[in-house]
C-alpha cells in the first residue's frame, strides 16, 4: 500500500502550479532551451503509474522516459510531493463534467460514475490519500459540478457536503475490489473457476452444513451466479442503487418532496 497524499507540497509552489494556465507557465531554469513542459512532466508520471503503479514512481523514472537527466526535471516540478497533486488534479479533468439534467438519482449516478470511470482508467488513485486534496482548477470543477447537482433541494451546505463525500466513498470499496481481481486475473493463470474446483474436495468435508447453513446456502448462489466469489460491478451497480435509495429518502425527509420535483 502506497503512503502517498496530497497536499504535502509547499503551498506557494503547488498553487502556482496547478493554476499555471492562469498564472502563467513557470519558467525553467537559465541554459539550454527547455525539452519538456510542466504537462509533459506530469503526463509521463501518470504514464508511469497506470504501467506499473505508483510505488515505482520517482523523479529518476520520470527523467528516463522523457530522456532527461533527473535534475532537469527538478526544473519543472518542485518535488514529488508537488507531482502527486498535479497528477490527481490532471486526471480529475480528463473526463468531460456531463451537463446536469434529469432527476436527482441520474445525478448522483452521474457523480459516482465518473468517480468509478476514474479509478478503473487510473488504478492508483486508490493508494492516494486525498484527505488534503490538492485544489487545482479540475478538482474545484468537479467538486463544484458535484454540488450543483444536489444544489436546489433544500439541503443544508453541510448536508450537501456530506452527500457528496457519502456518494464518493462508497465508490472506492468497489473500484478497490474490482482493480484487485484484474490485477489477479493478469498475474496468475488459474481462473477463478479452477480455484474454487481445486479448493472443493477439502471444502467439502470442513464447511459443516450445520454449522454454516445460511453462508453454505448463499455462498452457493453467489458462486454459480459469479463463477467466482463474488462480482465487483454488480457490487457497485447494487450498492449504488441503495446509496442514492437512502439519499433520496434521506431528502424526502429532511425538506420534503422527495427531491425529485427541482430537477423534473
Do not use: C
Request: proline letters at 5%; zero cysteines; glycine letters at 10%.
Amino acid at each position: 500500500m502506497s503512503n502517498e497524499s496530497t497536499g504535502r507540497g509547499e503551498p506557494d509552489r503547488t498553487l502556482r502550479l496547478l493554476w499555471r494556465d492562469r498564472l502563467g507557465e513557470p519558467s525553467g531554469s537559465r541554459g539550454p532551451k527547455q525539452r519538456a513542459s510542466v504537462d509533459g512532466v506530469v503526463d509521463a508520471a501518470i504514464e508511469i503509474a497506470d504501467d506499473e503503479g505508483i510505488d515505482v514512481l520517482s523523479m529518476r523514472r520520470i527523467a528516463e522516459r522523457l530522456g532527461m537527466k533527473t535534475m532537469s526535471v527538478y526544473t519543472y516540478v518542485p518535488g514529488k510531493a508537488e507531482l502527486i497533486d498535479l497528477m490527481v488534479d490532471r486526471v480529475a479533468g480528463e473526463q468531460p463534467l456531463p451537463e446536469l439534467g434529469g432527476s436527482l438519482r441520474e445525478r448522483l449516478e452521474q457523480i459516482a460514475r465518473l468517480a468509478w470511470n476514474e479509478y478503473l482508467r487510473h488504478p492508483w488513485l486508490l493508494s492516494i490519500d486525498t484527505s488534503r486534496p490538492p485544489l487545482g482548477p479540475n478538482v474545484s470543477d468537479r467538486w463544484e459540478w458535484s454540488l450543483r447537482a444536489i444544489d436546489g433541494l433544500g439541503l443544508s451546505d453541510l448536508d450537501m457536503d456530506h452527500v457528496v463525500t457519502l456518494l464518493v466513498g462508497f465508490v472506492t470499496g468497489p473500484a478497490r475490489a474490482y482493480v484487485d481481481a484484474e490485477r489477479l486475473h493478469r498475474t496468475v493463470a488459474e481462473t477463478d473457476v479452477e480455484w474454487w474446483e481445486r479448493n472443493a474436495p477439502i471444502l467439502e468435508e470442513i464447511m459443516d452444513a450445520e454449522r454454516y447453513p445460511v453462508s453454505g446456502r448463499v455462498g452457493q448462489a453467489a458462486g454459480e451466479e459469479y463463477a467466482s466469489a463474488g462480482s465487483p460491478e454488480r457490487a457497485f451497480e447494487f450498492g449504488l442503487a441503495r446509496v442514492i435509495d437512502g439519499i433520496e429518502a434521506y431528502v424526502a425527509a429532511s425538506v420534503g418532496g422527495g427531491g425529485r420535483s427541482t430537477f423534473e
